[in-house]
């Protein structure tokens, strides 16, 4: 595995810092270096919200990632912060239920991934991102499902418990909408 550099960008409360954790928890899993930077707008929810995640055998020397490999974009303002920053050759994964009408680099590979259609039909939309989450696993192959699988069993505890059946469902179905 060469170095991986992301960033995950969205609104807040579309789980963008819970994804990024849990590729920098994975990271850990498989004793691999990574950083994980989160960076807030001025509100927590409604608000913007980008995380950068870095994933490396090697030492990580410089952990903002400026330009990234992958970038997972969940709503428009985010796509048009972030797309031109992608290295070319890199990945746009994009949740094309609030991404519509823009206009793709074509030096990159865009995958277009319905999140809320894939989360509704599993019964919650608060799933859509396990569903990006997938669909990135898939497209980079950075890490199996059965190590996310694992990091599930260790964030979603007590209460949250119940949550792992549902998201393990949004992760497998956003694996397949991929295309793997």
Request: proline share 4%.
């Amino acid at each position: 595995m060469n170095n991986e550099r992301l960033i995950v960008a969205g609104f807040g409360g579309q789980g963008v810092m819970l994804m990024g954790q849990m590729l920098s928890y994975a990271a850990n899993e498989k004793d691999l270096n990574t950083v994980w930077i989160p960076s807030y707008g001025p509100e927590t929810r409604g608000g913007t919200a980008n995380c950068s995640v870095t994933i490396s055998k090697q030492p990580i020397h410089a952990p903002v990632v400026t330009e990234p490999n992958t970038l997972i974009a969940l709503n428009e303002p985010s796509y048009k912060k972030f797309a031109d920053k992608v290295k070319p050759g890199g990945n746009l994964i994009v949740n094309s239920a609030l991404i519509k009408d823009v206009s793709y680099r074509d030096d990159v590979n865009v995958y277009e991934i319905d999140a809320a259609k894939i989360a509704l039909d599993l019964g919650n939309l608060k799933v859509a991102n396990m569903v990006i989450l997938g669909a990135y696993i898939a497209i980079t192959n950075v890490f199996d499902k059965d190590t996310i699988f694992s990091v599930f069993e260790k964030i979603f505890t007590g209460d949250k418990a119940k949550l792992i059946d549902l998201n393990k469902q949004a992760l497998e179905a956003g694996m397949k909408a991929a295309g793997q």
